[in-house]
């Protein structure tokens, strides 16, 4: 019984999400109804004591990475730097090849550390367009994007800057940059396979003769034609986005030779209160990232001033809703993640997980399951590496695997089965384009069968042959 009230919550907040109802209101309502059903008397203490101690802490980590992510994101875009990073890129690869134009625009941007949420907003316009020149159904633009920027370039490339990626250096004591030939691996399986995905349904289409408005539905929230205009030369466009990698390179090597092991200091000067220590392993990586995003927000600066100064308050103000808003999805869902985790119903699911011998195996269906129950992959992967992170260390350690390759399963599974109807991110990118899940969820499901097995895919590459 317990295990199906698990269940039923779960099953709830997916078909609220699934019928466009905010999950920031319907993760407590879902949690605490569990918990009402397992113990009516511990539903406020486990409000208060856990879902907002979960939801505040992931908050207190992760959020500056969301708000200065969503910045330069949108400094990004009132610049004109994302229009002339989207036409070069066409001009390269084609307007034939409308579909990888769009996955390759996506993945440039999200391996800058343009968060994925600000990727959505940006590339629309431009997918639209070129999907209407090409006559391709635009039902398939939410699948598009997801691969071009909720997988490889997410938590499989190596030193990519987003939040999936960082997660597990706090847990590991490793870096962004953690097994990087696994990661380009799986990187090159997910693209190819994919491509071939995406490629495949746009023929099927085709050969059914249907274009661009589908199968007569109506169309909604349709952007203005692109027609194109004076815009910064490419190079000094995408040089904000190189400055964020390099310097999120370096500063993952400097900062614990800068600060040590650790630092104290006294949080008063008046009485006498205990000092806070700060562990800088755990969080070296989110420094990293802040540090090398601040980089990024002060480039775009330098090299744009007149357009961003002339639209900084209004874009900025926009941007840091939608940090906000996305943080506050992920802190809801990990909240939600962290009230199931406590009931009698989740033990049945961690002692099944448990019982997978291979160290590898057991981390990446236990990490992709929670971020499928919560439906984000930052959230389920905290959840996970939480109450799982000593028990896959001692596992690995006794096998002989490194932290490193640890730390690129657990990210690339967090992106795996993520994407269940009530995730975040799919939640924005169908409103976005003014798509149903009926219309193009398949597709998103479709993208994300395929990163979840590029996991294990890695997996046996290691085993095979050692690479790390």
């Known amino acids: 019984m317990s295990f199906l009230i698990v269940l039923a919550a779960l099953c709830f907040l997916m078909y609220v999400a699934y019928r466009g109802h905010s999950v920031i209101l319907f993760a407590p309502v879902a949690a605490l109804g569990a918990v009402l059903l397992t113990d009516p008397s511990l539903v406020q203490p486990m409000f208060t004591g856990l879902f907002m101690d979960k939801m505040v802490g992931f908050l207190k980590l992760y959020f500056p990475v969301f708000l200065l992510g969503a910045v330069f994101g949108k400094l990004i875009e009132v610049s004109g730097f994302s229009k002339s990073i989207v036409s070069a890129t066409i001009r390269l690869v084609g307007a034939q090849r409308a579909m990888l134009s769009i996955v390759l625009v996506c993945a440039l941007l999200t391996y800058g550390g343009v968060s994925l949420f600000v990727v959505v907003f940006a590339v629309y316009p431009f997918a639209a367009e070129l999907f209407r020149q090409s006559d391709i159904p635009k039902r398939l633009i939410p699948g598009t994007i997801a691969l071009g920027a909720f997988t490889f370039t997410m938590d499989a490339l190596p030193g990519t800057p987003q939040i999936q990626n960082i997660i597990p250096a706090s847990f590991f ?27 495949w349904r746009r023929r099927v289409a085709a050969a059914k003769g249907e274009g661009y408005a589908g199968s007569g539905e109506e169309l909604r ?27 999120n390179f370096l500063f993952t090597r400097w900062i614990p030779g800068f600060y040590g092991e650790s630092q104290s200091f006294v949080p008063a000067v008046i009485g006498n209160p205990a000092p806070v220590v700060q562990e800088v392993s755990r969080v070296a990586a989110i420094w990293a990232v802040q ?13 744009a001033w007149k357009p961003v100064v002339a639209a900084f308050a209004e874009g900025t103000r926009s941007a840091i809703g939608g940090a ?36 590898l195996v057991n981390e990446a269906i236990s990490v992709t399951a929670m971020a499928g129950i919560t439906g984000s992959a930052s959230g389920g992967m905290s959840i ?85």
């Open 291 to 303: 540090g090398a995003l601040l980089l990024g927000i002060l480039s775009v600066i330098a090299l």
């Open 173 to 199: 004591g490793t870096t962004s940059w953690a097994a990087p030939t696994l990661g380009v691996i799986g990187a090159v399986v997910i693209l190819a396979l994919g491509m071939s995905y995406l490629e």
């Open 384 to 468: 996970a590496l939480a109450a799982m992170a000593d028990s896959f260390i001692a596992n690995a350690q006794a096998a002989g695997i490194p932290m490193e390759v640890l730390h690129r399963v657990a990210a690339m599974a967090s992106g795996g089965m993520d994407t269940l109807p009530h995730n975040g991110a799919v939640i924005t990118v169908l409103a976005v384009t003014g798509l149903t899940h009926r219309q193009s969820y398949k597709d998103i499901f479709a993208i994300t069968c395929i990163k979840t097995l590029a996991v294990f895919a890695i997996i046996g590459v290691y085993y095979a042959t050692g690479l790390v």
């Open 221 to 247: 929230n349709e952007p203005e034609p692109f027609h194109g205009s004076k815009l910064a030369h490419p190079l000094l466009a995408v040089l904000p986005l190189l400055l964020v990698g390099v310097a």
């Open 324 to 359: 906000m808003l996305a943080s506050m999805n992920t802190a809801s869902e990990y909240g939600f993640g962290a009230v199931i985790a406590a009931l009698p119903g989740f033990l049945v699911v961690a002692n099944a997980l448990g019982s997978i011998p291979n160290p």
